[in-house]
């Protein structure tokens, strides 16, 4: 399984991207799909999950609201839309996937078998 992570770039607070995972040889429709955020010198974190091709979806409270997860079966893509961006927003955005994930441990790095290289993401003030 190959991961493609895609759509960052740099966006004024309030403002809106939207992050592409395009996965390869796995079918979108077993597998779970995370993203998770870093910042440098800090741990990376749980951002939103597709939980098994989108029977459900979870959000960090932080992003509850403003983000939004779709998805398009053909092209074995999950995407993250990010409104009302913030600047505490800014990181480097994973997407991670698995078939093995519950949903009691989506939040955890340690279920994912699989990651993308990351997209940055830079919200200016």
């Known amino acids: 399984v190959q991961l493609q992570a895609s759509g960052g770039g740099l966006v004024q607070a309030g403002g809106s991207l939207r992050l592409s995972c395009a996965a390869s040889?796995?079918?979108?429709?077993?597998?779970?799909t995370g993203w998770f955020r870093q910042v440098p010198g800090k741990e990376r974190e749980f951002v939103a999950v597709?939980?098994?091709?989108?029977?459900?979806?979870y959000f960090a409270d932080s992003v509850k609201g403003r983000f939004t997860l779709s998805r398009d079966n053909a092209k074995n893509t999950v995407y993250l839309q990010m409104n009302s961006l913030k600047p505490e927003d800014t990181a480097v955005y994973y997407c991670?996937?698995?078939?093995?994930?519950?949903?009691?441990?989506?939040?955890?790095?340690?279920?994912?078998?699989?990651w993308g290289q990351g997209t940055q993401v830079t919200v200016s003030s």
């Open positions: 991670a996937t698995s078939e093995r994930v519950i949903s009691s441990t989506v939040y955890r790095e340690s279920s994912y078998d699989f």
């Open positions: 040889g796995r079918s979108s429709r077993r597998y779970t």
């Open positions: 597709d939980f098994r091709g989108g029977s459900t979806t």
